[in-house]
Nanobody, 122 residues
Framework: VQLQASGGGLAQAGGSLRLSCAAS????????MGWYRQAPGSERELVAT???????NYADSVKGRFTISGDNAKNTVFLQMNSLKPEDTAVYYC?????????????????WGQGTLVTVSS
């Protein structure tokens, strides 16, 4: 499974950006997708997740400002980021957890997309 992320860039504080992440490749069942971010000098932190059933989870720091959504048919997840703050500046990484049924036994896996830089100016 490969993930292709897009949509990062530069925004002013209070502005908006939308990230996309599309999964392609092997025939697997994606159980959940989401986004982490990593700011310079900081550890990678979870931003938002969405399950295949549509359940969502957010970091406290982004609740009420970010919205994660998904298109199961296209194996794509979106992160709408509103009311951006300078502290949202980071490299954002999408991920997907999946189950691979193609072998003799079910294999659980996790794959990452390339990072996309989000910079929020004050």
């Amino acid at each position: 499974v490969q993930l292709q992320a897009s949509g990062g860039g530069l925004a002013q504080a209070g502005g908006s950006l939308r990230l996309s992440c599309a999964a392609s490749g092997s025939i697997v069942r994606i159980t959940d997708m989401g986004w982490y971010r990593q700011a310079p000098g900081s550890e990678r932190e979870l931003v938002a997740t969405i399950t295949s059933g549509g359940s969502t989870n957010y970091a406290d720091s982004v609740k009420g400002r970010f919205t994660i959504s998904g298109d199961n048919a296209k194996n794509t997840v979106f992160l709408q980021m509103n009311s951006l703050k300078p502290e949202d500046t980071a490299v954002y990484y999408c991920y997907a957890n999946y189950l691979d049924f193609t072998g003799p036994s079910v294999v659980a896996g996790k794959t990452w997309g390339q990072g996309t830089l989000v910079t929020v100016s004050s």
